[in-house]
């Protein structure tokens, strides 16, 4: 496509349940990011891709979260047992090399 | 751990004025980035700077990167209704991993 595309635009959950968020990155881009913005603030980086390998994932908060990108190119952010405190932009970002970074429109992920 | 914080945090001014945002970090970034993000969408990219002391341009605004590569301001001309966003900087911290360390944000509204 021609942009980074993210689905669902927005998604509510109930607190406890499992959520799976998806991003499709521009064609090609070898690199890709997820991060979580709260209202207003800047985004929060939690894990980059390279290929299909986790190359850094230290801003994952706790072990309920978990990305793949099996075939290096879409990737899913998983959240397993939601918190109210998880309620957030998730933005994901790729970029064909370096730090230039393109970002999609994000999910707005709503726990109730 | 790599911080920027961003001032001000909050600016609201008229058509015509001009103001400066500041972007400070106690850390040194192989690079830094500016970026512009209005409600519902994800960071635009607007310049990256890799050398201290650079300084950009894109038509009325302005972009310098410290000569220690540790701060950067961007300063608007005439502010525009069409400025209004959130606007944050972002470095870069070198190394395998790429990924970009965003400041706080500067949320800038022009009042026509």
């Known amino acids: 496509g021609a942009g980074v595309s993210q689905t669902p635009s927005n998604k509510v959950t109930e607190k406890g349940k499992y959520v799976e968020l998806r991003c499709d990155p521009i064609s090609g881009h070898t690199a890709l990011y997820w991060y979580r913005q709260s209202l207003g603030q800047g985004p929060e980086f939690l894990i980059y891709?390279?290929?299909?390998?986790?190359?850094?994932d230290s801003g994952l908060p706790n072990d309920r979260f978990f990305a793949v990108r099996p075939e290096g190119s879409v990737s899913t952010l998983k959240i397993q047992r939601t918190e109210r405190g998880d309620s957030a932009v998730y933005l994901c970002?790729?970029?064909?090399?370096?730090?230039?970074?393109?970002f999609g429109q994000g999910t707005r992920l709503t726990v109730v | 751990t790599q911080l920027l914080e961003q001032s001000p945090q909050f600016l609201s001014i008229q058509e015509g004025e001009n103001l400066t945002v500041y972007c400070n970090s106690s850390s040194v970034f192989s690079s830094l980035q500016w970026y512009r993000q209005e409600p519902g969408e994800g960071p635009v990219l607007l310049v990256t700077v890799v050398t201290g002391g650079e300084v950009k341009k894109l038509k009325r605004l302005t972009f310098q990167f410290g000569d220690a590569r540790k701060d950067s301001s961007l300063h608007i001309t005439a502010a525009q209704p069409g400025d209004t966003g959130l606007y944050l900087c972002a470095g870069g911290g070198g190394g395998a991993t790429n990924k970009l360390i965003f400041g706080t944000g500067t949320l800038l509204a022009v009042q026509p």
């Open positions: 891709f390279q290929g299909t390998g986790a190359a850094d």
């Open positions: 970002a790729s970029s064909p090399a370096g730090r230039i970074a393109f």
